[in-house]
């Protein structure tokens, strides 16, 4: 058994069975409130958070039980959950592949949009699912969204024990400033569908090359957000800006009401964006030569 990743709330190993199939082990771990025994039981630091800990726990448990109960292709498939060391373990399918924000780091940033709209198709299927199960992912962006080897998508890291947290007054530790939806850092309102599709919406705006995007607290004070349909005008078909731009809206109500409108915006046909309208990006000779071949 090997460390794959170690985050703020758990620990992800790469695990062999008997027959040598691959297992990736997620164990709940939240770092600030634990330590391990020379057992390898985990133990709580502090007697006052002891609460919140198994808050959490449960919340994880309950998590594994609903993925577990979860077919889906752009769902990471759970296939088992059990408690052992003073904490829980959720077993899932090993996928070997990369996260998309590895991806787009890999791949200069920017996605071209045929290959933007269904991946993202992909994604809100699987995430459609999850709220099925009356579940919200509430970490919706890159490092999130695992490509399997051959380019299809998986949601992992699905966020009931964030959920809980949010209700113990945790918040903000336990949110990503820049795909977090507003609502999500206790403003008063409601956490819906809606709060997903702000993180949809930021996971593409991303796609698109969009560097790193300012929390939505800030935009809330001050929008500095540069508006998708200015930022990359000419890259992407408008419809496809302009779905962007509403899943980013600041108020839950401007944005989409639901993942079925966009999905079947994301399959709708569009217009590619033609080639003079990124000429520009070009050296002058290259795009008179491009011009005269095709001619
Ligand atoms: N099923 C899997 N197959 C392959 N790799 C996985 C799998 N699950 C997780 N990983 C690896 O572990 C990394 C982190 O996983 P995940 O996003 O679930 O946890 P995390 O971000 O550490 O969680 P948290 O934010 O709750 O601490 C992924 O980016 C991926 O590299
Ligand atoms: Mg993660």
Known sequence: MRGLSSGGFSEVYL??????RKYAIK????????????????TVLNELDREVFKLGLKCFFEEARILAGIHHP??????????????????????DGRSLARELELGGGRMPEARLRKLFAEV???????????LLHLDIKPGNIYLRRNGSPMLLDFGTARQVAR?????????????AAPEQYNNGEPLGVWTDIYGLGASMYLA?????????TDRVRQDTLPPASQLFAGKY???LLQLVEQCLAPAASARPRSLGLIREQLMASYQEVSPQATAGRWP????????KKSR
């Open 15 to 20: 695990a062999l069975d008997s027959h040598d």
């Open 27 to 42: 164990e709940y771990l939240p770092r600030d409130m634990v330590g391990r025994s020379d057992l390898g039981d985990v």
């Open 74 to 95: 752009n769902v990471v498939r759970v296939s088992n959950f059990f408690r052992a060391n003073q904490t829980v373990y959720m077993v899932m399918e090993y996928a």
């Open 124 to 134: 809100i299927a699987g995430l459609d699912e999850v709220h099925k199960q009356h």
């Open 167 to 179: 209700e113990v007054q945790f918040a903000t530790a336990m949110i990503t400033p820049g795909f």
């Open 208 to 216: 698109m090359g969009g560097g790193r995007l300012p929390a939505a």
């Open 237 to 239: 078909s408008p419809q």
């Open 284 to 291: 002058r000779w290259l795009a008179a030569l491009c011009r």
